[in-house]
T-cell receptor
Framework: GAGVSQSPRYKVAKRGQDVALRCDPI?????LFWYQQALGQGPEFLTY????????KSGLPSDRFFAERPEGSVSTLKIQRTQQEDSAVYLC???????????????FGQGTRLTVV | AQSVTQLDSHVSVSEGTPVLLRCNYS??????LFWYVQHPNKGLQLLLK??????LVKGINGFEAEFKKSETSFHLTKPSAHMSDAAEYFC??????????????FGGGTRLMVKP
């Protein structure tokens, strides 16, 4: 497709359940980001990949959160033993380039809305 | 470290009147600055970006923003609001240095409401 695709669009999980969120970036994009957007707030950085390498995971809130991009294209964000505070929209973005943002735009997917009950 | 503050969480204007969404930033280095718009159930869309060229930046849908280093501001404006402008707007900052600060840092957002 032409844009960043995320699936599922909506996910309801019972507390304690594991979930996996998928991101298909734009083909050929080197950089991939995950963000968490709580209700009524701006997106907050979770992690960053350059190809298959996870260069920054400083934003992951706990060791229950894990992200991978094994072949440098599709990425999966996994949340183990979900808690109610994990309820948020999870956004994925990709960029053609790497490093500074001055030259290439970041394109965002529509996000996955996770609700933990 | 960089940060960004959007001074108004909600702004309400009448259709046809000017729009002003305020943003102040903090950055140790020369920043790149962006405005993104988020319509309900849609992805974030880039409105415009400042990357150290012209200080007055024109974007899509008639929006523009002016980078003022002395005031550390990057306010978003539009001369005449349209109903379709109603959305959430995010001011975003990132570092200009290659290879560093690869994340975008978002402000808290401003919800723009347009009254008929």
């Amino acid at each position: 497709g032409a844009g960043v695709s995320q699936s599922p669009r909506y996910k309801v999980a019972k507390r304690g359940q594991d979930v996996a969120l998928r991101c298909d970036p734009i083909s050929g994009h080197v950089s991939l980001f995950w963000y968490q957007q709580a209700l009524g707030q701006g997106p907050e950085f979770l992690t960053y990949f350059q190809n298959e390498a996870q260069l920054d995971k400083s934003g992951l809130p706990s060791d229950r959160f894990f992200a991978e991009r094994p072949e440098g294209s599709v990425s999966t964000l996994k949340i183990q033993r979900t808690q109610q505070e994990d309820s948020a929209v999870y956004l994925c973005a990709s960029r053609r380039g790497q490093g500074a943002f001055r030259d290439t735009e970041a394109f965002f997917g529509q996000g996955t809305r996770l609700t933990v009950v | 470290a960089q940060s960004v503050t959007q001074l108004d969480s909600h702004v309400s204007v009448s259709e046809g009147t000017p729009v002003l969404l305020r943003c102040n930033y903090s950055s140790s280095y020369s920043p790149s600055l962006f405005w993104y718009v988020q319509h309900p159930n849609k992805g974030l869309q880039l409105l415009l970006k400042y990357t150290s060229a012209a200080t007055l930046v024109k974007g899509i849908n008639g929006f523009e923003a002016e980078f003022k280093k002395s005031e550390t501001s990057f306010h978003l404006t539009k001369p005449s609001a349209h109903m379709s402008d109603a959305a959430e707007y995010f001011c975003v900052v990132t570092l200009l240095i290659m290879g560093a600060g690869n994340m975008l840092t978002f402000g808290g957002g401003t919800r723009l409401m347009v009254k008929p």
